[in-house]
């Protein structure tokens, strides 16, 4: 759950870096919101609901992915052909376009890489957690200004997946010590 937190927050700072980059290498216009979700949210308590409780909503989106991945491995029988399919198949996927920029092809193919390490090595869960994570973050508006008045909506994303970390580092302790006496005995 902790590796899909971060790997969550990677991607989410990963696209929201990728619309500052020139146009040239992204095919996207920096000066349009990538994402226009982000404004919906600053209309009232309902739409913040929405966006927190629709977070949770790609349960079937990531068991299609882990679907696919058991598929690939069940067919070629190779785990290494299987993760070159997978890859390039998802990576050429979500370009769509044959005539993209070299940085749409650089982030689709390790946005598939990713996903493909993050459900291998972590697991089932971890790839859902990505998804949410990097959900939240981006589907609400980010600041440094916590003057401006939507500063306080802009943190409900980043507070949220604070929380499901914080969760996840609760339950990995299984209800030990994070520090042992002899350690804090030592020190002082």
Known sequence: ???????????ALLENASGQ???TWTGTDP?????PGRIAVLSGG????????????????????FLLLLLFRII??????ATTVFVVLWGVGIVNTPSAPLGVWIWSFSWASLI???????????????????GFIQSFP??????VWWAGIGAIG??????????????SIAGKPLFRDEVLAARS
């Open 116 to 134: 493909f390490i993050v459900t291998m090595r972590f697991g089932l869960l971890a790839l859902f957690v990505m998804f949410v994570c990097g």
């Open 21 to 23: 980059l020139p146009q």
């Open 142 to 147: 980010a600041t440094l200004n916590f003057s």
């Open 158 to 171: 980043p507070l949220v997946v604070l929380i499901l970390a914080a969760y996840g580092c609760w339950v």
């Open 76 to 81: 070629f029988k190779r785990d290494w052909l």
């Open 31 to 35: 000066t349009e919101p990538a994402i």
């Open 46 to 65: 309902d739409q913040v609901l929405a966006r927190v409780l629709g977070g949770f909503s790609g349960a079937g989106f990531v068991m299609g992915i």
């Open 1 to 11: 759950m902790l590796a899909g937190c971060l790997a969550g927050v990677v991607v």
